[in-house]
């Protein structure tokens, strides 16, 4: 696949080498999340259509929603000029922070303090026990 051919895995972490993977919603154009893709993510990812990630604290792949249930189903897929850097376009499914927002980006940085600006649409306790 050409993708594959064209990645540029420069970043080396946890063993791996890794790409990044921005988030967006299709419809919204909002930043959802980033997260990190080794080879095997982005091949899974693009065979399967579904996102899936490389963790780098866990040392292993990890398929979006499959404890939570909020999945994040791929639209579209940009690549950046250098090959380091993926746009997945997704459909998410509720939510995509595992802290129950909509956005793993629901804090606004305002006079050097944070502010939350993201909407909670789930109870985390409910879903990660």
Same mark, same amino acid.
């Not at 994040?72 to 897929?77: D, G, I, P, T």
């Not at 250098?82 to 850097?85: L, Y």
């Not at 939350?116 to 990660?128: C, E, H, I, L, N």
């Given at each position: 696949m050409e993708v +594959?051919?064209?990645a540029n895995f420069r970043i080396k972490m946890a063993g791996e080498e890794l790409v990044i993977a921005v988030v967006q919603d299709h419809e919204t154009d909002e930043v959802l999340m980033v997260a990190f893709?080794?080879? !095997?993510?982005?091949e899974r990812t693009l065979a399967t259509g579904?996102?899936?990630?490389?963790s780098t604290s866990r040392k292993e792949l990890w398929v979006k929603g499959g404890t939570s249930g909020n999945t994040? =189903?791929?639209? =579209?897929?940009f690549m950046d000029c !250098?090959?380091?850097?993926l746009v997945f376009r997704v459909k998410q499914k509720r939510a995509a922070c595992h =802290?129950?927002?909509?956005?793993?980006?629901f804090r606004r940085i305002e006079?050097?303090? +944070?502010?939350?600006?993201?909407?909670?649409?789930? !109870?985390?306790?409910?879903?990660?026990?």
């Open positions: +594959l051919d064209k893709m080794n080879r !095997d993510a982005l579904t996102m899936t990630y490389y994040q =189903e791929v639209r =579209e897929v !250098d090959g380091d850097a =802290e129950g927002y909509y956005s793993c980006f006079d050097g303090r +944070l502010k939350t600006a993201g909407r909670k649409v789930f !109870d985390p306790g409910d879903v990660y026990k």
